[in-house]
């Protein structure tokens, strides 16, 4: 998954702009862009306002609130300058396209930047996924408000689906897919979607390590043997982080999959590298009991990660209202993962005969 995000950026600015300079002799203000009130030059300058925006986050590392400055296309302000035409507002895009996708492939992997929805955070692949859906939806608006032709390639829906919109079940058509899932079209045999919004994924910080939300873009990589977009120590993705990322596709797929009970991938603070996964095998049944497994690379073992990334996993499921419980099963002739299991706080409910596998609880105080 090298370079994911910044080649995806320039993709997509490039084709909208190639399709949008088809029609740079029409007026765009005088053109309402498709079914949104604003205009074609309005939303035109909205596409640049929000690749500007999001690179300047990443740039600036924002933490707590957009970065307050917003870009004005000249003629559009109070600073007495002749208007920019169409050519120009292309200009606008292809150079902030260029300044998010420099910020994407310079800004670390781990770093995170404000965004509200819906964990108030989102790292580089997340930040160029929303410039890219911004462009391909928006483009598609003016299209057909100037009546143009206008489909992206398919690999970009599906890198904004798989990386923003973990919530939507795919289907055969990505492009149709994300039209419908914005409103902004129909799909065969689901409900009309009224109000939307995407969802970057969970990072869960502990002490020594974030515990960061695998997307089911990432899940499918590591789940056909690539790294996900992580920087694993060596021996890394272990076996079990690979089956689990290949649950999180079959949910994906199945659309029953909610990213905030999935897998995440352990992140060393230190040097940044990937060391193991830890996750849900699914969302809570109705009794609030959900289940929990993870391994770690060998290089990794021995130093506490398991019981610190389990730890900080528990917790923030059992702060929420549908989680009471939580169990997990272990192999008893696996010593150092029942010790884990016990230094995080569970207790031994099921295992004391012959079976080969024991059973793990901790319940909400």
Request: proline share 6%; aromatic share 8%.
């Amino acid at each position: 998954m090298a370079d994911m995000g910044g080649e995806q950026v320039q993709q997509a600015v490039a084709g909208a702009v190639a399709v949008l300079r088809t029609a740079t002799d029409r007026d765009w203000r005088a053109v309402k862009a498709g079914r949104l009130t604003w205009s074609c030059r309005e939303t035109a300058a909205h596409i640049a306002s929000d690749l500007l925006a999001y690179a300047g986050q990443l740039a600036g590392r924002a933490q707590d609130a957009y970065v307050p400055f917003e870009i004005t296309l000249d003629g559009d302000g109070a600073d007495g300058l002749d208007p920019a035409d169409n050519d120009g507002v292309l200009h606008v895009i292809e150079t902030t396209g260029a300044l998010l996708t420099a910020a994407i492939r310079t800004t670390p992997r781990e770093v995170r930047a404000f965004h509200p929805y819906p964990f108030r955070s989102a790292g580089p692949v997340g930040f160029a996924a929303m410039g890219v859906a911004e462009v391909l939806l928006h483009t598609h608006d003016i299209a057909e408000g100037l009546d143009l032709a206008y489909e992206p390639p398919a690999e970009l829906s599906t890198f904004v689906l798989g990386t923003i919109f973990p919530h939507i079940q795919p289907a055969t058509d990505p492009w149709r897919t994300l039209l419908w899932a914005t409103g902004r079209g129909d799909l065969p045999g689901r409900a009309p979607v009224t109000g939307w919004r995407w969802s970057n994924n969970l990072v869960i910080p502990a002490d020594r390590l974030t515990l960061e939300g695998v997307t089911p873009l990432a899940a499918t990589d590591l789940a056909t043997g690539g790294d996900g977009g992580f920087a694993w120590v060596e021996g890394g993705p272990f076996e079990g982080t690979c089956e689990a990322a290949g649950m999180t596709v079959k949910a994906y797929e199945s659309g029953v999959h909610r990213p905030e009970f999935g897998l995440f991938v352990l992140v060393r603070h230190e040097d940044g590298r990937a060391i193991g996964g830890i996750g849900f095998h699914g969302a809570p049944d109705e009794d609030g009991r959900a289940e929990i497994g993870y391994d770690l690379t060998e290089p990794a073992r021995g130093h506490g990660y398991a019981t610190e990334a389990l730890r900080a996993l528990a917790g923030w499921a059992l702060a929420r209202e549908d989680v009471r419980s939580l169990f997990a099963t272990v192999e008893r002739d696996n010593v150092p993962s029942q010790r884990v299991l016990e230094r995080a706080g569970f207790v031994r409910v099921s295992g004391d005969g012959d079976d080969d596998q024991m059973a793990y609880e901790l319940r909400r105080p």
